[in-house]
């Protein structure tokens, strides 16, 4: 957490620090930035989400995004939206109570990354939802795996992309 200002890292009461404020999100995402996504299921299939950022400015930018095929290129519609950095920075804020945060490096196909990982449970007996912010890569956590009723879901970034 690297902004001047600790308070800007946290978004109220019963709240932990979040890992990045929002403008060090919007100074992370620039003029644009594209960031793919595997996602792994619990039955063993795959796909590729992809994350586009453009028209990017102080407050927001659009957010496109779509699954890729098995050839890279767009299989399906592409929503488009437009976010707030602030509601970025919100994604992260997780309860103090229901929260374990700890440090962590992974090996992902973006490289060795230094992480924050947040365990979040729902309640007490919940399995966790596990959430891997690379200090590095300000924005999206780039792991997170969620228990379903099947088994776990993970999804891991595979590339980040200026653009």
């Not at 299921?41 to 927001?60: K, L, S």
């Not at 095929?69 to 602030?86: F, K, M, N, P």
């Not at 103090?96 to 962590?104: H, K």
């Not at 596990?130 to 969620?146: I, K, L, Q």
Request: hydrophobic fraction near 35%; aromatic fraction near 6%; glycine fraction near 10%.
């Amino acid at each position: 957490m690297s902004d001047a200002d600790p308070d800007a890292h946290l978004l109220g009461p019963g709240l932990l620090p979040t890992p990045f404020t929002a403008d060090e999100i919007r100074r992370a995402t620039g003029g644009g930035k594209t960031i793919r996504i595997q996602v792994e299921n619990p039955d063993g299939t795959r796909t590729i989400r992809v994350n586009r950022f453009r028209e990017t400015d102080a407050d927001g930018a659009t957010l496109d995004r779509w699954t890729a095929g098995a050839t890279g290129i767009v299989d399906g519609e592409i929503a488009s939206s437009r976010v707030a950095w602030t509601d970025l920075q919100r994604h992260a804020a997780f309860p103090s109570d229901g929260t374990v945060l700890s440090t962590e490096a992974l090996d992902l196909p973006i490289g060795r990354v230094d992480c924050l990982r947040y365990d979040v449970r729902e309640a007490p007996d919940a399995e966790p939802s596990t959430f891997w912010f690379s200090v590095a890569h300000p924005g999206m956590p780039v792991r997170y795996e969620t228990a379903l009723d099947h088994g776990i879901q993970r999804t891991t970034v595979v590339a980040i992309e200026w653009g």
